[in-house]
Nanobody, 128 residues
Framework: QVQLVESGGGLVYPGGSLRLSCAVS????????IGWFRQAPGKERERISC????????FVEDSVKGRFTVSSDSSEKTVYLRMNRLTPDDTAVYYC?????????????????????WGKGTLVTVFS
């Protein structure tokens, strides 16, 4: 059973940075597609980024490209989401999710419905 635990959320001023972590247990992290999603109050869940360590593929949504970076550390069994130049529009609960093998991290199939496991989320609040 894959378990995912997010951490690293918090309060930040506009222009600030945060690094979110997703600790993965129950399966080798490199064999999973790990995705990041977010959901702001009153809005639908939005995809952000994914990574698959085995083949080093990544995807970052256009809306955050250039500001957000996804990375993976198999020795730490953790996937990270580095978020820079944050704005109030980035305020949301951020979730990590995993797709069981043989998933792929590609734009055409990276959607919430394709993910099999979810963490409980971590709240990011950017002061407005």
């Amino acid at each position: 059973q894959v378990q995912l635990v997010e951490s690293g959320g918090g309060l930040v001023y506009p222009g600030g940075s945060l690094r979110l972590s997703c600790a993965v247990s129950g399966f080798p992290v490199d064999d999973l597609v790990i995705g990041w999603f977010r959901q702001a109050p009153g809005k639908e869940r939005e995809r952000i980024s994914c990574i698959k360590g085995f083949d080093r593929t990544t995807f970052v949504e256009d809306s955050v490209k250039g500001r957000f970076t996804v990375s993976s550390d198999s020795s730490e069994k953790t996937v990270y989401l580095r978020m820079n130049r944050l704005t109030p529009d980035d305020t949301a609960v951020y979730y990590c999710a995993a797709a069981a093998p043989p998933g792929r991290c590609v734009e055409s199939i990276f959607y919430a419905y394709a993910m099999n496991y979810w963490g409980k989320g971590t709240l990011v609040t950017v002061f407005s």
